[in-house]
């Protein structure tokens, strides 16, 4: 996943003027000629010189020009000093030197004893040894992997001494394929769910991949410490790939470093990082990733790396889906920045869109074929009637009213759902109150907005983390229009609208570009006025990023291959279809085969050369703001589209909140906190940002550049020393970069302590959230199992008081009661959890197990079969009369019925 830069070069121009536009030489001599001797010649001047050292400006080297040499500013006093006066030929980036951390004076050394010495001298090489890996080196995938791992494993490790916490109770411990038992093969991860259970009994989660990794472990150690280390070593691997890709999108070292290490400390991702259930969201990141990296890759074999990213996302979480959508969006604004001698933004687009729809296809069809799950009853129900797509063609056929409209919406949603085959997912009003029996549409949409609302507050200022938002922490709303539902519902639709702007004016101003300069050459123009090497005028510098591209002898060789797999790959999808339609049947089927090869070979004609023989392509590196809509409005929808189908709005889900469902959007919120950091430190120069003399013409343009003044402003009075020039200590976007990482690095490993044990985790969680009864009864639980039924009694009865209407709290605080020798105080709480839940298996169990050993079913068996006979056919009634009847056989409740202890493996 290292840098990679476009592979053609014979025409891209060296910083010695080599390769350049037709009499950029004779400009070049002609500004040797007249250029200043000096001092003056060597000291910065002019924007650049108010940009802090550490790697604000554009970098020296493209993807279509190999790296220039760093010039110190020690260098560069030396070559005044001698007379030599910098070329005009050289690039304006390389013009402005950058001092080098050799070049910065070194620390204070104090007098005092050798030690004290020794330890400020060793102090003064790591520092610099720090400055020179990150203002020097490129966050590439290799060199950034190590730091962000570091960072990831400092933050998020949990003690050695850890147990498993919460669902990783039933996702390890419990699953019988990580077990090995039940005589399942290490393939048959493709035939279970999540939690090792057969289609038959699945609660819809289909993630093969964490249980691979899970199961190859277990048979090396069941220590969860080492089984959640995947998760950190993963995360790191994410944040070093986003940066990565951030860094060859920007060209630029910081954009790139804030971007991993942004993501890597994000603290809302601690139960994602922490928790060892976490690896599904960390394997779909990984995925998502890779997808976009494979972006980078020449149009041909493009679509494999994202046929693959995508494939590896979505065999690891169902969340993954949403790159089906992002990935051909994040091509269509990248494509002018990683593919600079030919963008062909849309022929990129729909590569990446049939790779990654190849990809969920597949994932769909063989998961329909591994693990044929029963449908939810109004899926069958609508398949039973009208068969898959049916009521798409119909609706698409016919004329429909305005009052058909939401019907169509509703059978095509079901259309799809049945060709998907997404097994049913639980829904319990405790856990998802926004899934309870009786709350309409409306009401649903506005608790997912403020949910949405406070999710986005959390990734930006974190104040209060918790691993569970249970019942009635996140009740349903009373009103449809609470400050926090409105301002849930414009950070949805408003984002969506700045990104369509943000696109169109970067494809116009693009496309006003490329014509304008087509034009001025195409009338004769000197080349040398397009030179910026050869020209300081405005408008010759805003046009003269392009240039002629020839062909090449490669890129014959393309449009060759590129129109012979084009025609192989269509006869052979014609034939297939034919095949098809004609209900020939195949050993598999051909038509995959031949979009494949379709798709190689327009990607070969993409990069092969344009019709008339002329292409344009930018010459150096994008200002960031040129570059910055892009990249932002890549992050607004990323956003937003990663986190729709967690938002209960298309589909009500067995969870109403949860931290680990943001790490698929927090890829697109890094983006955008990365680019603003590095604005915020490139308006350290407040001469950038004069009005203009009509700054009443552009409003908007205008009330931009006075805040930007502002800031510089500020930025230049905190400013405390100057090196070579330039300022030397922004101290106010330093102070607000430090405030907001080092406030999520804080958050982040506090909030990963939580995970020490289970009491820990529960006990934290019930004061980071008191509404939830949820976090209440587990803590009360925790505090049980280590012999403190008194608090137990406490915290149940907590609950109680929550969720009047849960089944557990009933059963449990009746337990605490009995457990305490105090069984005819737990009666009655037994008989209204019995009530509420009677095919509640478990629970039932437990309560007529604790009766039996108290020796209180004798006393209460003609209420037991009061009880089942007004619930005959229900868990309650076997389980009743089986007690009254065979107790004595069992020693209590049947074996095989009692509900599987703490801590305990799974249940043959």
Not at 333 to 347: G, Y
Not at 593 to 606: I, N, P, Q, S, Y
Not at 670 to 696: D, H, M, Q, S
Request: aromatic content about 10%; glycine content about 8%; hydrophobic content about 45%.
């Amino acid at each position: 996943m290292d840098d990679a830069r476009d592979d053609d070069r014979e025409t891209a121009p060296t910083e010695d003027g080599a390769g350049g536009p037709p009499g950029a030489e004779g400009a070049a001599s002609g500004s040797d000629a007249a250029a200043p001797s000096g001092p003056e010649a060597a000291a910065p001047s002019g924007p650049e010189a108010a940009l802090p050292p550490w790697d604000l400006r554009p970098e020296p080297s493209t993807s279509d020009e190999p790296p220039a040499p760093e010039t110190t500013s020690e260098s560069a006093s030396t070559s005044a000093s001698e007379g030599a006066s910098p070329s005009a030929g050289t690039s304006e980036a390389a013009a402005t030197p950058e001092p080098s951390p050799e070049s910065e004076p070194a620390l204070h050394v104090p007098f005092g004893p050798a030690w004290y010495t020794r330890a400020w001298a060793w102090l003064d090489r790591v520092t610099a040894r720090v400055r020179r890996h990150f203002y020097l080196q490129e966050p590439t995938t290799g060199r950034a992997f190590l730091v962000l791992v570091c960072l990831s494993l400092v933050l998020f490790t949990r003690l050695p001494t850890t147990n498993y916490i919460f669902d990783e109770q039933e996702a390890l411990l419990a699953n019988p394929y990580v077990n090995a038992t039940q005589n399942l093969g290490f393939l048959d991860a493709f035939t279970r769910d999540f939690w090792g259970l057969p289609p038959t009994g699945s609660i819809g989660s289909y993630r093969p991949l964490p249980d691979i990794l899970w199961r190859v472990l277990w048979t090396v150690t069941k220590e969860p410490f080492i089984h959640h280390l995947y998760n950190v070593i993963l995360h790191g691997l994410n944040g070093a790939l986003l940066g990565a890709f951030a860094y060859v999108l920007t060209r630029r070292r910081a954009v790139g470093w804030l971007a991993g290490v942004t993501f890597v400390s994000a603290a809302l991702l601690t139960e994602a990082v922490s928790g060892i259930v976490g690896l599904a969201d960390v394997l779909g990141g990984l995925g998502a990733l890779a997808a976009l990296h494979a972006l980078r890759w020449p149009a041909w074999a493009m679509p494999i790396g994202v046929f693959l990213g995508v494939t590896i996302g979505l065999f690891s979480k169902e969340s993954a889906l949403v790159c089906v959508g992002l990935i051909p969006a994040a091509a269509l604004l990248t494509a002018p920045f990683l593919h600079t001698r030919k963008p062909a933004r849309w022929a990129r687009a729909l590569l990446a869109t049939i790779a990654a729809a190849g990809a969920f296809t597949m994932y769909v069809e063989l998961r329909k074929m591994w693990f044929p799950s029963p449908l939810p009853e109004e899926v069958r129900t609508h398949m039973e009637e009208k068969g898959t797509f049916t009521a798409l063609l119909e609706h698409t056929e016919g004329r429909l009213g305005v009052g058909d409209a939401p019907n169509a919406v509703k059978d095509v949603f079901l259309d799809f759902k049945g060709w998907f085959h997404q097994p049913g997912l639980p829904v319990d009003w405790l856990n998802n109150p926004l899934a309870r029996e009786g709350v309409d549409f409306k009401h649903r949409v506005a608790g997912a907005m403020r949910v949405y609302w406070r999710g986005l507050k959390d990734v930006v200022v974190p104040l209060r983390l918790s691993g569970d938002y249970s019942y009635p922490q996140e009740p349903v709303p009373d009103t449809l229009y609470g400050a926090e539902t409105i301002a849930g519902a414009a950070m949805t639709v408003l984002p969506l609208l700045a990104a369509a702007w943000l696109a169109l004016r970067a494809w116009w101003r693009e496309r006003m570009e490329r014509l304008t300069y087509a034009a001025r050459l195409a009338a004769g123009a000197g080349a040398a006025r397009l030179d910026p090497r050869a020209s300081t005028r405005p408008e010759d510098l805003e046009h003269a990023r392009y240039r002629p591209l020839p062909a090449s002898r490669r890129q014959t060789g393309l449009l060759v291959a590129g129109l012979s797999l084009g025609a192989v790959g269509a006869a052979g999808l014609a034939v297939a279809l034919w095949l098809l339609y004609a209900g020939t049947p195949t050993p598999v089927p051909l038509w995959p085969f031949g979009v494949a090869v379709l798709t190689v070979g327009l990607g070969m004609l993409v990069e092969a050369p344009a019709r008339r023989g002329i292409a344009l392509y930018p010459v150096g590196v994008w200002p960031l703001a040129r570059i910055a809509p892009a990249v932002v409005a890549l992050g607004f929808v990323w956003m937003v589209l990663a986190y729709f189908p967690h938002s209960n709005i298309p589909e009500k889900l067995p969870t109403v909140r949860a931290e680990r469902l943001w790490y698929f959007p927090v890829l697109g919120t890094t983006l955008i906190v990365a680019v603003a950091l590095a604005w915020l430190f490139e308006v350290g120069a407040p001469e950038r940002y004069r009005l203009g003399e009509r700054w009443f013409l552009h409003p908007v343009r205008t009330l931009g550049r006075l805040v930007a003044r502002a800031v510089a402003k500020l930025c230049e009075a905190w400013t405390h020393k100057r090196l070579g020039g330039r300022s030397g200590a922004v101290t106010l976007p330093v102070a607000v970069t430090a405030l907001f990482l080092g406030f999520q690095m804080v958050q982040a490993y506090w909030h990963a302590t939580d995970y020490r044990d289970d009491l820990v985790f529960w006990e934290s969680t019930k004061d980071a959230v008191p509404n939830s009864a949820k976090a209440h009864l587990n803590f009360s639980v925790m505090k049980g199992a280590r012999g403190d039924l008194e608090t137990r009694l406490v915290h149940s009865q907590i609950a109680l008081e929550l969720a009047p209407e849960w089944t557990m709290a009933h059963i449990y605080t009746g337990d605490t009661l009995c457990r305490l020798g105090r069984p005819d105080e737990a009666w009655p709480y037994y008989v209204s959890g019995f009530e509420q839940g009677p095919n509640d298996r478990s629970l039932i169990s437990l309560a007529l197990q604790c009766l039996w050993d108290y020796q209180k079913i004798d006393p209460h068996k003609d209420e037991l079969k009061d009880m089942a006979r007004a619930h005959e056919g229900s868990w309650l009634a076997y389980l009743a009369n089986d007690i009254v009847d065979n107790g004595k056989t069992h020693n209590g409740v049947d074996p095989k019925y009692r509900p599987r202890g703490y801590n305990e493996g799974p249940k043959d």
